[in-house]
């Protein structure tokens, strides 16, 4: 009877452990509608600062505004997965434009602005995630060069 014993507290510990590691690691996001400042955001949010099932770390808190469609949106995949067109970039006779969302503070900057922060919200001293810059022609024209990355 011993050995069926260890066997039930055996079987219990992996049906704990494995509820636990599950909740640790959720396969999906909920996605939620978001509006930060009276802008909507499109795609697939997952909270209210933009972040999205594609990037949701503590640093991801920027929306796009797609040059295509005028709507705000967390990041080229959100876009790619919900829209129903090609995605344009911005050309860059209109980088004064304001495209850039940031999801703590609301406000919108420019472009120009964006590229100027060093990763930086210059409204509410946010942190940007420095990677986006490596996706940078994704949304603007960059002439293939990559620009704002000075690592
Ligand atoms: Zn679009
Ligand atoms: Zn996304
Ligand atoms: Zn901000």
């Not at 949010?45 to 990037?55: G, L």
């Not at 409204?123 to 995630?129: D, E, L, M, T, V």
Request: aromatic share 10%; hydrophobic share 35%.
């Amino acid at each position: 009877m011993k050995s069926l014993q260890t066997l039930v507290f055996l079987l219990g510990f992996i049906l704990i452990s494995g509820t636990l590691s599950a909740q640790q690691n959720p396969v999906m996001l909920p996605v939620v509608s978001s509006r930060i400042n009276g802008i909507n955001i499109f795609g697939k949010p997952v909270d209210q600062q933009t972040r999205c099932v594609h990037w949701h770390s503590q640093l991801d808190v920027i929306a796009i505004k797609f040059k295509c469609c005028d709507k705000y949106y967390p990041c080229f995949s959100c876009h790619e997965e919900t829209a129903d067109h090609k995605p344009e970039v911005w050309p860059q006779a209109e980088f004064d434009s304001k495209a850039i969302l940031c999801g703590v503070c609301g406000t919108e900057l420019t472009i120009n602005e964006y590229m100027g922060s060093d990763n930086t919200c210059p409204k509410c001293q946010a942190a940007f995630n420095p990677g986006c810059s490596k996706h940078y022609h994704l949304y603007f024209e960059t002439d293939g060069k990559v620009i704002g990355d000075k690592r």
